[in-house]
Nanobody, 118 residues
Framework: QVRFVESGGGLVQPGGSLRLSCAAS????????MSWYRQAPGKERELVAA????????HYADSVKGRFTISKDNAKNTVYLQMNNLKPEDTAVYYC???????????WGQGTQVTVSS
């Protein structure tokens, strides 16, 4: 069955960096566009970034443009999110899912917590 395992989150000071990873299984990863989402306390889940199946096309939410970079390793069935110049408003649980700009599956992994605080 479909499975997403997110990792790499943690506590970081403003201006710091983190690299998130999401290992996916249960579908043909190299044929699937992928996206990262996040959900802050009391808020709805929102799209952060998306990448096409081959990695040549990307999309970013305005709030993270120029700071976050999404990438995809089809050999490892893993999608990454490099996050630089982190801000307190980036604090959230981060999730991945298949699909470009919309979640392909109803199933969600456990997510990885990112906390940006001094």
């Amino acid at each position: 069955q479909v499975r997403f395992v997110e990792s790499g989150g943690g506590l970081v000071q403003p201006g710091g960096s983190l690299r998130l990873s999401c290992a996916a299984s249960g579908f043909t990863f190299n044929n699937a566009p992928m996206s990262w989402y996040r959900q802050a306390p009391g808020k709805e889940r929102e799209l952060v970034a998306a990448i096409s199946r081959a990695g040549g096309v990307t999309h970013y939410a305005d709030s993270v443009k120029g700071r976050f970079t999404i990438s995809k390793d089809n050999a490892k069935n893993t999608v990454y999110l490099q996050m630089n110049n982190l801000k307190p408003e980036d604090t959230a649980v981060y999730y991945c899912n298949a699909g470009y700009l919309r979640a392909e599956y109803d199933y969600w992994g456990q997510g990885t917590q990112v906390t940006v605080s001094s």
